[in-house]
């Protein structure tokens, strides 16, 4: 079984901090995803990998960066943190870039909240 | 551009009826569809997916899911609830031009199943 894991399920930073979320897949996929999910808006995507150190954007960027060295592990950064960045953070990861096909396989989640 | 609709917020049905969680899409080519489960304080776990085919698709815990082009629909269904199908519900999409597996996520459907 895939498995994607996160380094934290709950993280309480202050406004300013810089943070680091850190994901990592055990299946050699080469997509990465990061998501955030807050009540009502479903999942939004901020960022993707579909390689070591590629990167795009995604639906909401602003406020993050993304890290890439390694296939099996794909880091958000949060430069500035602020309390409008408090939210659940989805890791998933698929495949291959070119299998529209492919599931999605998601990690456990990280609760932050900014102070 | 690809985007998914999920009409209800809340879905509440009594232990052992029919359930039926809705989706609708829009995409420009053929579409892509899944559908992910959330439970409480956890990632999302994949259920089923329509690729091409048969309309009706059979996934995990019993789920199915009947692909509708006409409609543009992809609604979730199961003969007979159970309490334990409670959960947070994702409908997502995917059209053949969209590359590294990139999927647009529906704002979710909580459903209660009552005893």
């Known amino acids: 079984d895939v498995k994607v894991t996160q380094s934290s399920r709950y993280l309480v930073k202050r406004t300013g901090e810089k943070v680091f979320l850190e994901c990592v897949q055990d299946m050699d996929h080469e997509n990465m995803f990061w998501y955030r999910q807050d009540p009502g808006l479903g999942l939004r995507l901020i960022y993707f990998s579909y390689d070591v150190k590629m990167k795009e954007k995604g639906d909401i960027p602003e406020g993050y960066s993304v890290s890439r060295e390694k296939k099996e592990r794909f880091s958000l950064i949060l430069e500035s943190a602020s309390t409008n960045q408090t939210s659940m953070y989805l890791c998933a990861s698929s495949l291959s870039w070119d299998r529209v096909t492919d599931t999605q396989y998601f990690g456990p989640g990280t609760r932050l909240t900014v102070l | 551009a690809q985007s998914v609709a999920q009409p209800e917020d809340q879905v509440n049905v009594a232990e052992g009826n029919p359930l039926t969680v809705k989706c609708t899409y829009s995409?420009?080519?053929?579409?892509?569809l899944f559908w992910y489960v959330q439970y409480p304080n956890r990632g999302l776990q994949f259920l089923l997916k329509y690729i091409t085919g048969d309309n009706l698709v059979k996934g995990s815990y019993g789920f199915e899911a009947e692909f509708n082009k006409s409609q543009t629909s992809f609604h979730l269904k199961k003969p007979s609830a159970l309490v334990s199908d409670s959960a947070l519900y994702f409908c997502?999409?995917?059209?053949?031009?969209?590359?590294?597996?990139?999927?647009?996520f529906g704002d979710g459907t909580t459903l209660t199943v009552k005893p």
């Open positions: 995409v420009s080519g053929n579409p892509y």
């Open positions: 997502a999409v995917r059209d053949f031009y969209t590359n590294a597996g990139k999927s647009t």
